[in-house]
Nanobody, 124 residues
Framework: QVQLVESGGGSVQAGGSLRLSCAASGYTYSPNCMAWFRQAPGKEREGVAAIYTRKGYTYYSDSVKGRFTISRDYAKNTVYLQMNSLKPEDTAMYYC?????????????????WGQGTQVTVSS
């Protein structure tokens, strides 16, 4: 049974940092892409960052580029999202996602597996 378990969310002041973790287990195939999405109340789920596992290519949304870094520890089957210089507009539920054959990393529909989410709240 595939499981993605996120951790590391919390409340911070603007300018602070958090590191999210996503531990993957139960895979019988190797996802070609793992990503972080976020969803704020009343808004659509948006792609934040992604890593293509074979070559390690990374992608970011314009809103987080230069502040967030996605990385993967292959030995631990864990993906991380280091978030620096956090802003109040980064406040959202953050979800880890994985999929095979993902062509468009920022499209939620391309991902088959999702974690339960971890809340990030940034106060001004």
């Amino acid at each position: 049974q595939v499981q993605l378990v996120e951790s590391g969310g919390g409340s911070v002041q603007a300018g602070g940092s958090l590191r999210l973790s996503c531990a993957a287990s139960g895979y019988t195939y190797s996802p070609n892409c793992m990503a972080w999405f976020r969803q704020a109340p009343g808004k659509e789920r948006e792609g934040v960052a992604a890593i293509y596992t074979r070559k390690g290519y990374t992608y970011y949304s314009d809103s987080v580029k230069g502040r967030f870094t996605i990385s993967r520890d292959y030995a631990k089957n864990t993906v991380y999202l280091q978030m620096n210089s956090l802003k109040p507009e980064d406040t959202a539920m953050y979800y880890c996602a994985a999929g095979a054959g993902v062509m468009s990393w920022s499209s939620p529909g391309h991902f088959s597996d999702w974690g339960q989410g971890t809340q990030v709240t940034v106060s001004s």
